[in-house]
């Protein structure tokens, strides 16, 4: 079993910044690619920003320029730093895992969500 743990959400005037950390752990034998979703009140959930195995990384359009993906792989972490914060960046922030299992099974997980709510 892996476990993600988010940390970093909450409260944060437009045009601030936030930073959330995911870290996994469990039964890792290898991390293919980490990454951050959001899902807005009344929408659908929507990439923010994947990187991969390698150092590629991939961010939605509406994020391109003020937030920026990030990993310590020596501890299974990512983050997600959040710059220039705006009211349509509230949401609930998931973060995603790909791995390799020991039997080398490719799985996928998710952590519970971490809120993030940018208002005056």
């Known amino acids: 079993q892996v476990q993600l743990v988010e940390s970093g959400g909450g409260l944060v005037q437009p045009g601030g910044s936030l930073r959330l950390s995911c870290a996994a752990s469990g039964n890792i034998l290898s991390i293919q690619t980490m990454g951050w979703y959001r899902q807005a009140p009344g929408k659908q959930r929507e990439l923010v920003a994947t990187?991969?195995?390698?150092?590629?990384?991939n961010y939605g359009n509406s994020v391109k320029g003020h937030f920026t993906i990030s990993t310590d792989n020596a501890k299974n972490t990512v983050y997600l730093q959040m710059n220039s914060l705006k009211p349509e960046d509230t949401g609930v922030y998931y973060c995603?895992?790909?791995?390799?299992?020991?039997?080398?099974?490719?799985?996928?997980?998710w952590g519970q969500g971490t809120l993030v709510t940018v208002s005056t």
């Open positions: 995603n895992v790909e791995y390799v299992t020991p039997i080398l099974k490719l799985l996928e997980v």
């Open positions: 990187t991969a195995r390698g150092g590629t990384t």
